[in-house]
DNA sequence: TGAATCGATTGAAACGATTCAATTTCGGAG
DNA sequence: CTCCGAAATTGAATCGTTTCAATCGATTCA
């Protein structure tokens, strides 16, 4: 075989098992290293699998969304791995009539008809505004809040206003500070959008959805002159390796990343090979990570 | 055809074609943002060209790397984006033979004979010393060059050397930290070897051959009470996103990430479309971004 | 009205691996 | 030496799309 120079036909194989030997990752933002650390995970598994990945990044878009997935399908991968911005009710229908397997990764599924790995996400978004009262704060802000539900941010709001009702802590204590993207420009945009509240109902912590956003929001405040977590504490949500290096070492909520994409991995191939294959909904547990933005 | 729900089979189109519509990309770590800088550059054409993309880590491992060309080419795919870990040139021929176009990524092609993008990482490597020799160092710490060949340091070393030479100091003045790994872990391996230097001997500055390792470096130097730049300047390479986040802003080598991956996605569409396609090197120059890392 | 031309529709072959049936080969036992 | 069963080999059909040839229909012009 090797003397010959022989490389098999995957395209033939694939017409003939009517599968192929990919499978699909489709993830709102690859440049967010949690989504890589997760694609790592992931990568454990097909490559032991012997499986390629494809990587989609849906850019926060559900058109681009929608558009991977009808590639996906045309590819006839063995499965997809998809963390959905929006709802994935038309995902999951369009691909099951197709007979491929679809695991949510980082959204718990409602329905059982099809596994599920995500972090309780209503627990970590109270872990860090709980952690934010403990240490004295009174007005919290959140940042985070799209236009657009996306799902994660929806359950970790939720987290910090059962915190604030758990505090006793009004409603209108915990500030909404929405953001035009989930990535370091929408924490910039977001500090603006904090400095720009009176000093005194302004908030004198943060929790933001995801570290990207706490950096850039860090990033801003400090080059406003703000003192973190003097003037203002900060929490992000991921602990991307990143949090603790950086100029304010960045107290987050940390997601088993890796476990994420590997278990995630795991339930998609026996999905897709295991005959008697039963629908699991995995969902790991956050740990909050105390470091300097909140601990002064 | 919307109407009966049809979904075309990409198997048999590829069978008969003898092609796909994907394009496989072969990066060292796609942990570090650098490389997923590049890939969303990448993603830019291929999503353009209604194509996928397939995700390969090679992990700096020669063997990986081999496996998945070898998968890649199973897969009749576009093309290959290969960011190479030692020399191409087994995947060179491997490849052409099957008539699957390469392009060479981050990497400076000897032959003429397949398109190459990269950046001139000599002029890299020369530009951070020269910089740290003008403000002042005498001897110069080189962190990353690895047992193993990587065509990246190798080159970045000579261009330290050079500018040694430049400004007419001992090629002993130049001293190399070797590391185990380009990341993080590394930069700490590294640190503590320069902290094994005795004072006297020990360089007051470091050039990291990239940001990962510059990052591991500061975290572990600053953890052992060291200043920076103060006891010991840093710049790394790559300019990432998180640089000038850090505890110390990073002073560092910019190379244009999202164009490099542009490039190379588009001359590989060319030459897998386009029957006149004419092979390309394309050279880009990099930039040196001085924070405070290295201006004290 | 017939022939010629052009477009449209239909038909068949091909891509290469897989799978199952059919045939051949081989070994052992009677 | 023959016969049977097991093992090995050969053969053909299949997957769904594409491509090219062939057939068919219609329109135009002599």
Redo the contacts between chains.
Sequence with gaps: MTAL?Y??????R??RRGQ???IGLIVPD??N?FF??V??GI?DVT?AA?A??????SDNGAD?EER?L???????VLGVLHVPVGSPAGAITRLR??GIPLVLLDYKGASRKQCSVSVNDVAGGEMAVRHLLDIGHKRVGFVGAESKPVPQVVDRLAGARKAMADRKRPAGALVILPTPSLN?AGGIAAARSLLDIAPLRRPTAVSCVNDLLA?GM??ELLSRGMRIPGDVAVVGYDDI??A??????LSSVRQPRHQLGRRAAELLIDEATNEDHRHERVVFEPELIVRESSNG
Tied chains: 1, 2.
Aim: proline residues 4%.
């Design positions: 120079r490389v098999r036909n995957e395209s033939a694939q017409l192929s030997r990919t690859i440049g290293p890589t650390d694609a790592r990568e490559s012997d390629l990945l494809i990587v989609c990044d681009k991977y009808t590639m996906l399908a045309e590819q006839q009539e197709r370091v950096i860090m990033q390796g990143f603790e290096a950086l100029a304010v070492p």
